[in-house]
């Protein structure tokens, strides 16, 4: 049973500090990439950050970079997004997302997402 399950989020005071964990199974991780998604109310689901299958790629959304920060732990099967100096407007509902593609074969994947709530 392929399962990605986010947790990290929570509510957070502007400037503070967040760290996203997703923790994947049932499905070989490590041929994955990955990407963290956010959605907040009203809009449309967009992406924060991506990371290739082995970690050497890493892509950014504009307004995250410089305080954020994806990486992976492959043994661990485990994906992270660290983001720092959060701000109002970083309130959503945070995804993770695994993609696999070996044509023709194309996989994917989301995990149910975790709340994140910056708010003084």
């Known amino acids: 049973q392929v399962q990605l399950v986010e947790s990290g989020g929570g509510l957070v005071q502007p400037g503070g500090s967040l760290r996203l964990s997703c923790v994947a199974s049932?499905?070989?991780?490590?041929?994955?990439?990955m990407s963290w998604y956010r959605q907040a109310p009203g809009k449309e689901r967009e992406l924060v950050a991506s990371i290739s299958s082995t970690g050497g790629n890493t892509n950014y959304a504009d307004s995250m970079k410089g305080r954020t920060t994806i990486s992976r732990d492959n043994a661990r099967n485990t994906a992270y997004l660290q983001m720092n100096s959060l701000k109002p407007e970083d309130t959503a509902v945070y995804y993770c997302?695994?993609?696999?593609?070996?044509?023709?074969?194309?996989?994917?994947?989301w995990g149910q997402g975790t709340q994140v709530t910056v708010s003084s």
């Open positions: 997302k695994a993609v696999y593609v070996q044509l023709p074969v194309v996989r994917v994947y």
């Open positions: 049932g499905f070989t991780f490590s041929t994955f990439s």
